[in-house]
Nanobody, 116 residues
Framework: QVQLVESGGGLVQAGGSLRLSCAASGSFFSLNTMGWYRQAPGKQRELVAAITSGGSTNYANSVKGRFSISRDNAAKMVYLQMNNLKPEDTAVYYC??????????WGQGTQVTVSS
């Protein structure tokens, strides 16, 4: 069973940076596609960025050029570097693990608040 624990959220001014981390437990981490999602109040959860087992990445258009996802398979970690943050990036950010189209687990979420 996969368990995910996010950390690194907080309050930052617009234009600032944060780095989110997601620690995973369980076997075969390197086979999973790992993703970061976010959910703002009153809105649906949306994909922010994802990275496959082979290292391919994809990003939401709203964060391209500002956010970067990476993974360390040996440490079972996935990261989201967020630069040039905007107030509209304010949300709870969740880590997600998938194998194919099967969702293995969600983390508990970490709050990111960007002040203007």
């Amino acid at each position: 069973q996969v368990q995910l624990v996010e950390s690194g959220g907080g309050l930052v001014q617009a234009g600032g940076s944060l780095r989110l981390s997601c620690a995973a437990s369980g076997s075969f981490f390197s086979l999973n596609t790992m993703g970061w999602y976010r959910q703002a109040p009153g809105k649906q959860r949306e994909l922010v960025a994802a990275i496959t087992s082979g290292g391919s990445t994809n990003y939401a258009n709203s964060v391209k050029g500002r956010f970067s996802i990476s993974r360390d398979n040996a440490a079972k970690m996935v990261y989201l570097q967020m630069n040039n943050l905007k107030p509209e990036d304010t949300a709870v950010y969740y880590c997600n693990a998938k194998r194919g189209q099967i969702i293995l687990s969600w983390g508990q979420g970490t709050q990111v608040t960007v002040s203007s």
